[in-house]
């Protein structure tokens, strides 16, 4: 049970990104971080300096910065980290705008398809376009019943684009369980599917999205 299965070559372990950030933080700091150990046990010793490092060799885009990277308390959960910056969520997701796979979306009968990275930007700006039509604004909730779908991340991207808040329900819940869940935050906008397939066999569920319309608040 103790018997290392594989392990990787040093011409691998040089080439992945993971060996790049060693190297980052030996030239930053000018230290002699010599493997993966070594760097693990000084982002634990050196907490705000290894994430502040992380977030600038992973380039986010703050809008704006931290204040301070860390403040700790007595105690973990009081641990604040990059004190009032903020960012963009789905920015960061649709930095990439070229021809390389993004999602693949395969359904339960084998129907395959597959968005680029510029494929998948294209269908959240239509979408945000959509969104900002119907008065989608930063701090408004969106909510969605919609199954695990590519459309759904769309969605999701097209309305954290705008700085709204996402809360989806699986397509089956039940009416109760669905205005439990979204009564709490009251939705500007619903996102539905008339129906969805599940096991081999199409669910309709236009008469319990109905249901969920005429009870929910907002």
Not at 134 to 160: E, F, H, K
Request: net charge neutral; with cysteine; proline share 5%.
């Amino acid at each position: 049970m103790n018997d290392v299965l594989w392990r990787p070559s040093t011409a691998q372990i040089e080439a992945s990104r993971m060996d790049a950030f060693r190297r980052r933080v030996n030239l930053r700091y000018n230290l002699q971080l010599t493997d993966y150990q070594a760097l693990h046990r000084w982002s634990i010793e050196q907490r705000p300096a290894f994430w502040q490092t992380l977030a600038d060799y992973f380039h986010v885009r703050w809008h704006t910065p931290a204040s301070q990277v860390l403040t700790e308390g007595p105690q973990m959960p009081e641990a604040q980290w990059f004190a009032n910056a903020t960012l963009n969520f789905a920015e960061h997701l649709l930095r990439r705008r070229d021809d390389r796979p993004a999602v693949v979306s395969i359904r339960e009968d084998g129907h395959r398809q597959a968005l680029t990275h510029a494929q998948l930007a294209a269908h959240v700006a239509g979408l945000q376009a959509t969104f900002k039509a119907a008065g989608i604004v930063a701090g408004d909730r969106v909510a969605a019943v919609m199954p695990n779908t590519w459309q759904t991340l769309v969605a999701m991207l097209a309305c954290t684009s705008l700085g709204a808040i996402w809360s989806t329900s699986s397509p089956e819940f039940g009416v109760h369980g669905i205005i439990d869940r979204f009564g709490q935050i009251t939705p500007k906008l619903l996102i539905v599917c008339a129906g969805y397939q599940y096991a081999g066999k199409d669910i309709d569920q236009v008469a319990k999205v109905n249901q969920v319309c005429e009870q929910l608040p907002g």
